[in-house]
């Protein structure tokens, strides 16, 4: 059955807009790219495991608190085992400082005695086999599949990513699974992984989330938020 004009017609300003999202995220990421060509987790960590420990650690943390408190926590603990066999009361004191540390404690052995029995101690690389760790989400298991293994089979959607992806209009989105759909589906796959180093990066740089300094924001003429923030609830 053929659509009628009027169909075709009403089809047309979506398409539009489609195209005109696809055209701009082009744009952004090739200035992104341009800027933070070398950007990289900036968790410190020598394998999987120690990256798949921050990466737990550092929900409602920094980056920088828990590069604090992860040289003596992997002094000590230096396998899988090591942690699954921990008791609590005894990881706790190293994680004290990024908060949340029971939880934190009682999560990182869980996750660690799972990688034991089922992993063979291996932190695993595929993502549905990571989200069945205890204290591990898509975000998590992101960043553990691009930095460790450098497999993308998502984007990170953290505080950085989520904040200036609005603003860029790039998505609206009000959650981080909504938001990574349909990035997922905006950006090419080869950027997936670079995608959330670049939005950190471009978090502590320019776009702070109480102050962003839009004047100086190589992306400034290509975001529709750029010198509004006055304007915008974030």
Not at 43 to 50: A, D, G, I, R
Request: net charge positive; proline share 5%.
């Amino acid at each position: 059955m053929r659509k009628s004009k009027s169909a075709k017609k009403a089809a047309t300003p979506k398409t539009h807009a489609a195209q005109e999202k696809k055209s701009s995220a082009r744009k952004i990421l090739a200035l992104l790219e341009k800027e933070y060509s070398g950007a990289w987790c900036s968790l410190s960590h020598k394998n999987p495991l120690q990256l798949l420990i921050s990466t737990i650690l550092s929900a409602q943390c920094t980056d920088a608190r828990v590069n604090m408190v992860t040289p003596k926590l992997f002094e000590r603990y230096k396998t899988a085992k090591d942690f699954a066999n921990s008791p609590q009361s005894e990881l706790e004191p190293y994680i004290r400082s990024t908060g949340f540390y029971h939880s934190k404690a009682k999560n990182i052995i869980n996750a660690a005695k799972k990688i034991v029995k089922n992993y063979r101690g291996k932190v695993p690389e595929r993502m549905e086999d990571l989200v069945l760790l205890d204290g591990v989400g898509r975000k998590t298991a992101n960043i553990v599949t691009f930095h460790a293994f450098n497999k993308a089979y998502g984007i990170a959607i953290d505080t950085h990513a989520y904040r200036i992806t609005r603003r860029l209009g790039l998505s609206k989105a009000n959650s981080p699974e909504k938001m990574e759909k349909e990035l997922m589906l905006l950006l090419p796959q080869s950027v997936w992984g670079a995608y959330t180093n670049y939005m950190v990066a471009h978090g502590r740089k320019y776009c702070m989330a109480r102050k962003p300094n839009c004047s100086a924001c190589p992306l400034n003429k290509v975001c529709p938020s750029a010198f509004k923030f006055h304007q915008l609830m974030h």
